[in-house]
């Protein structure tokens, strides 16, 4: 079935560890993207990517990373994790302009 | 102003009821227009989307844009205790690289 999985879907780190939020999707999409959502609050864009090796920051400002090395596969990285950083991460993917979200990352960074 | 407003609500109507859902945006560029619904602590997921201007229906939704006004409805009908989510509204960028959502509606069905 084609879908858009991301793991972990909770996690609860200390601060300065090095996390890595994962996004794959089976349906073959050329887009992928990354929000931040807060409580009460918008998605954010932070990053995107429209295809194998492109990475682009999007809107919001972020301290994360992310690498495209594979279609299925758009990874987030956080380097040393802050409690700034707590959040729901958002992994999405499209075609056209209708984007197909996963079920999200709750991070809580004590 | 922000590109996208929506009032947050919450939004408390009894079973059976018809919604309107609202919402303005700034940017007289925009031509695509999605709506989003989000189920607490979930992803959203895709309900409908509507290029420019008129009304798209789906079962019990309808998306209607005013473009003059630059304003958004989603309408539903015999609205049912499912319902029950965050609606959220999201043009796409004038680059079209991108969706801006707005904070989402809080909607409520009680049965």
């Given at each position: 079935?084609?879908?858009?999985?991301?793991?972990?879907?909770?996690?609860?780190?200390?601060?300065?560890?090095?996390?890595?939020?994962?996004?794959?999707?089976?349906?073959?999409?050329?887009?992928?993207?990354?929000?931040?959502?807060?409580?009460?609050?918008?998605?954010?864009?932070?990053?995107?990517?429209?295809?194998?090796?492109?990475?682009?920051?999007?809107?919001?400002?972020?301290?994360?990373?992310?690498?495209?090395?594979?279609?299925?596969?758009?990874?987030?990285?956080?380097?040393?994790?802050?409690?700034?950083?707590?959040?729901?991460?958002?992994?999405?993917?499209?075609?056209?302009?209708?984007?197909f979200f996963g079920p999200g990352t709750r991070l809580t960074v004590l | 102003q922000k590109e996208?407003?929506?009032?947050?609500?919450?939004?408390?109507?009894?079973?059976?009821?018809?919604?309107?859902?609202?919402?303005?945006?700034?940017?007289?560029?925009?031509?695509?227009?999605?709506?989003?619904?989000?189920?607490?602590?979930?992803?959203?997921?895709?309900?409908?989307?509507?290029?420019?201007?008129?009304?798209?229906?789906?079962?019990?939704?309808?998306?209607?844009?005013?473009?003059?006004?630059?304003?958004?409805?989603?309408?539903?009908?015999?609205?049912?205790?499912?319902?029950?989510?965050?609606?959220?509204?999201?043009?796409?960028?004038?680059?079209?690289?991108?969706?801006?959502?707005?904070?989402?509606?809080?909607?409520?069905?009680?049965?």
């Amino acid at each position: 079935e084609a879908d858009i999985y991301q793991t972990p879907r909770y996690l609860v780190i200390g601060t300065g560890k090095k996390i890595t939020l994962e996004c794959s999707q089976t349906m073959g999409h050329d887009k992928m993207y990354w929000y931040q959502q807060d409580p009460g609050m918008e998605l954010h864009l932070i990053h995107y990517s429209y295809g194998v090796n492109s990475t682009e920051k999007g809107d919001l400002s972020s301290e994360s990373t992310v690498s495209r090395i594979r279609t299925e596969h758009f990874p987030l990285t956080l380097e040393s994790a802050r409690p700034s950083h707590t959040s729901q991460y958002l992994c999405a993917s499209s075609e056209t302009n209708e984007q197909f979200f996963g079920p999200g990352t709750r991070l809580t960074v004590l | 102003q922000k590109e996208v407003e929506q009032d947050p609500g919450p939004l408390s109507v009894p079973e059976g009821a018809i919604v309107s859902l609202n919402c303005t945006y700034s940017n007289s560029a925009f031509q695509y227009f999605m709506w989003y619904r989000q189920y607490s602590r979930k992803g959203p997921e895709l309900l409908m989307y509507t290029y420019s201007s008129g009304n798209k229906e789906d079962g019990r939704f309808t998306a209607q844009v005013d473009k003059s006004s630059k304003y958004i409805s989603l309408f539903i009908r015999d609205s049912q205790p499912s319902d029950s989510a965050t609606y959220l509204c999201a043009p796409v960028n004038q680059a079209g690289t991108a969706l801006i959502f707005g904070k989402g509606t809080t909607l409520s069905v009680s049965s």
